[in-house]
């Protein structure tokens, strides 16, 4: 390719991204954009430092599952595992697909007070055996979407995932809903970089920051109501061999140099 074509590909692919932007901010309205979600996760990164303390992406979709803005805490978007970027868009689509609000009951049926499951919370239901097994196989990632575009716009706010759905179903920490005021869920949130158990930890500071932490009453299954979506350690070795056994049945493993799981923020009213 000539230097005048690839500046007219360049071109053409930089108003294409931008038809597309413009499209994503009607489906993202009144969520955090790229300088929100990078500033967030910046300060979340340098608050956490269990696991390996490493540089974080983080994706935020809508309720859609349409990715809003992807962001990178590092100086550059290799300064953080190049496989997190699409791994935290996959958490956040889970997040929000498999979550629920209040508007869920109706009818006898649903959940009155809504149901929120992190990705943390179903490691242990997709095991043989568990509740949700085959659940991590139901919806792929598009790889069209994960890897189109050139590289050098990914963590940027011309993201080439940004307005499309991404996809894919996520079984460990990093991935929550994003509830916004009146207990109200607007979307997902995923981060990955780390250990899945950091990788929880700075998605909920993530949330937290942005103040889309509004589920205070909402259902979860971890046991905690001032964090009912919160990461579960209820998991003992397994006497026949194998996967270990839950207690709830919602149990995460835990991580290398795990901490403070039990003293994040409370979520808010």
């Known amino acids: 390719m000539t230097g005048k074509h690839l500046v007219q590909s360049l071109t053409l692919f930089l108003l294409l991204t931008?038809?597309?932007c413009l499209l994503a901010e009607d489906n993202c309205k009144g969520l955090p954009d790229h300088a929100a979600l990078q500033s967030a996760l910046s300060a979340a990164t340098a608050a956490e430092?269990?696991?390996l303390n490493n540089q974080m992406w983080a994706t935020i979709v809508d309720r859609d599952g349409v990715v809003c803005a992807v962001a990178f805490s590092g100086v550059n978007r290799a300064a953080q595992w190049p496989g997190s970027r699409v791994i935290s868009a996959q958490k956040a689509n889970?997040?929000?697909a498999f979550s629920l609000d209040f508007s869920s009951s109706s009818n006898g049926s649903g959940q009155s007070s809504g149901l929120a499951l992190s990705t943390a919370n179903l490691y242990s239901a997709v095991q043989p055996g568990g509740s949700l097994y085959g659940l991590q196989a139901s919806n792929p990632v598009d790889t069209g979407v994960a890897y189109k575009g050139p590289s050098f716009f990914y963590g940027s706010s011309h993201d080439p995932m940004?307005?499309?759905?991404?996809?894919?179903?996520n079984v460990f920490g990093g991935g929550l809903g994003l509830y916004a005021s009146g207990k109200k869920l607007v979307g997902g949130v995923g981060v990955s970089g780390d250990t899945s158990c950091a990788d929880h930890n700075i998605a909920w500071r993530v949330r937290h920051l942005l103040k889309l932490d509004h589920l205070s009453g909402v259902g979860g299954v971890s046991g905690d109501s001032a964090r009912p979506d919160n990461i579960v350690f209820d998991i003992t070795p397994n006497p026949n061999g194998g996967t270990g056994v839950s207690a709830g049945g919602f149990g995460h493993p835990t991580c290398l140099n795990t901490s403070g799981y039990d003293t994040l923020p409370p979520v808010q009213p």
Do not use: D, L, P, Y
Request: aromatic share 0%; hydrophobic share 35%.
């Open 49 to 51: 430092t269990s696991g």
């Open 162 to 169: 940004v307005g499309e759905k991404i996809g894919g179903v």
């Open 18 to 20: 931008s038809a597309v």
């Open 94 to 96: 889970t997040a929000n």
